[in-house]
């Protein structure tokens, strides 16, 4: 079955400091990859995507994922957090053969100043 | 950018009355939306999805005659919680795409559901 794992719930950074957030999925062929962010009471952004070719992905506001397909990762990354990216930020993978989600747990990002 | 809207923003209602929820793209044809049901620091659950001028295909364990899913056109789906009850208090967060869209969903900015 499909499976998208976040393997932490929260992390800590302090502003300034380099971030990565796990997410490992489990899928039988090329996966669709997402990561998007959401603000307390707001929808969802999409942050990046992954579908295929290149396997290190930019995204908006400085993010970048690297697509590992020996070790079913798909991580998020951002050389130096801004406390404006405090959030909950969720992996998700796109279902094979619709257009659904599964998404991760997600993981809540905290800045400290 | 695509662009989905959701109304209302927040609602409060009383127990045992039905309330809609309204989703709509803006800039696009939607050919396939979802509804999803997020509690207080969880992840996104997929109640539904729906398409357009079919009935919806609900999820394992959402009640049907529950959470009522209209897709009547392109760029509208609604969502109608019937007899609500302070257990159906939820963030409503729909999305929505295309079949150009290549599977990327644009997200609605939620409706905060309070059924007193």
């Known amino acids: 079955a499909q499976s998208v794992t976040q393997p932490d719930i929260h992390i800590t950074v302090s502003e300034g400091a380099s971030l990565e957030l796990r997410c490992n999925y489990s899928?039988?062929?090329?996966?669709?990859l997402f990561w998007y962010v959401q603000s307390p009471g707001q929808g969802l952004q999409l942050l990046l995507k992954y579908f295929s070719g290149d396997t290190l992905v930019q995204g908006i506001k400085g993010f970048e994922a690297e697509f590992k397909r020996s070790q079913s990762s798909f991580n998020l990354r951002k050389p130096s957090v801004h406390w404006s990216d405090a959030a909950e930020y969720f992996c998700?993978?796109?279902?094979?053969?619709?257009?659904?989600?599964?998404f991760g747990t997600g993981t809540r990002l905290k800045v400290l100043a | 950018g695509a662009v989905v809207s959701q109304h209302p923003s927040r609602v409060i209602c009383k127990s045992g009355t039905s309330v809609k929820i309204e989703c709509r793209s803006l800039?696009?044809?939607?050919?396939?939306m979802f509804w999803y049901r997020q509690f207080p620091k969880k992840s996104l659950m997929l109640m539904a999805t729906?398409?357009?001028?079919?009935?919806?295909?609900?999820e394992q364990g959402v009640e049907k005659d529950k959470f009522l899913i209209n897709h009547a056109s392109l760029t509208l789906s609604t969502l109608t919680v019937t007899s609500a009850h302070p257990e159906d208090s939820s963030f409503y967060i729909c999305?929505?795409?295309?079949?150009?869209?290549?599977?990327?969903?644009?997200f609605g900015p939620g409706t905060r559901l309070t059924v007193t």
């Open positions: 999305s929505a795409t295309s079949d150009r869209m290549f599977r990327e969903q644009y």
């Open positions: 899928y039988g062929a090329t996966p669709y």
């Open positions: 729906s398409n357009e001028g079919s009935k919806a295909t609900y």
């Open positions: 998700a993978v796109g279902a094979s053969g619709t257009y659904k989600y599964i």
């Open positions: 800039d696009f044809q939607a050919t396939t």
